[in-house]
């Protein structure tokens, strides 16, 4: 079976249903800063910035969708290979359900090129909308509320209490939460790949020091 491109409306509401059952239907280590709401707010930056880049909607839209259909949990030592089997186990579903095949290839590249941890680089400008928007989502409010959930679930300290914000030592995130901004959300604007994107995310980066002056400013209180 082969279906029509989804060029409309409509079309686009009937492959983003089968994206959505798709990955309810995954077994999978997400924790909270990867769920649904995760991949909705991905979606709706990816075709923003796909928009402005004048990118494809046809590889970025999937590619969005389905970027996280395979996670691993933080601390797995697998971690890394979570983009490629997810942009694996998406090019088998697209092509089982029917997508238009000239889109395929592009969509399974976004995918795999998406991870921060994985080595990957993007080589499309779809691949670069999909990147920017997985990463933006670990920016601003939404980037400050995953960390600490992440934390939280990996049963990490908050902080050094010696030296909270890595003055004088080497981030260690997989044992202080507030760690991970210095060893990775901070620069994270430094790699983004389109001109949006980096500006939205030396905005969302600046609330991020805004609000560690203030928790600074409370810590240095207490």
Known sequence: MHSAMPSSTDAWGLWEDRFAAFLDAQAS??????DRAHVDRVVTTARQLAQDETAQMDVVVPAAWLHDCVVLSKDAPNRAEAARRAADAARDFLADEGYPDQWIPD??????AH???????????EAKVVQDADRLDALGAVGIARCFTVGGALDQSLYNPDDP??????PDD????LDHFYAKLLRLPDTMQTETGRTEAKRRAAYMRSYLNRLDDEISAA
């Open 29 to 34: 280590d997400a924790d909270a800063a990867h």
């Open 107 to 112: 969509i399974e590249h976004a995918i795999a």
């Open 165 to 170: 914000f890595c003055d004088d030592r080497a």
């Open 115 to 125: 991870s921060y941890s994985g080595d990957t680089d993007p080589e499309t400008v």
């Open 174 to 177: 997989d044992t202080y939460t």
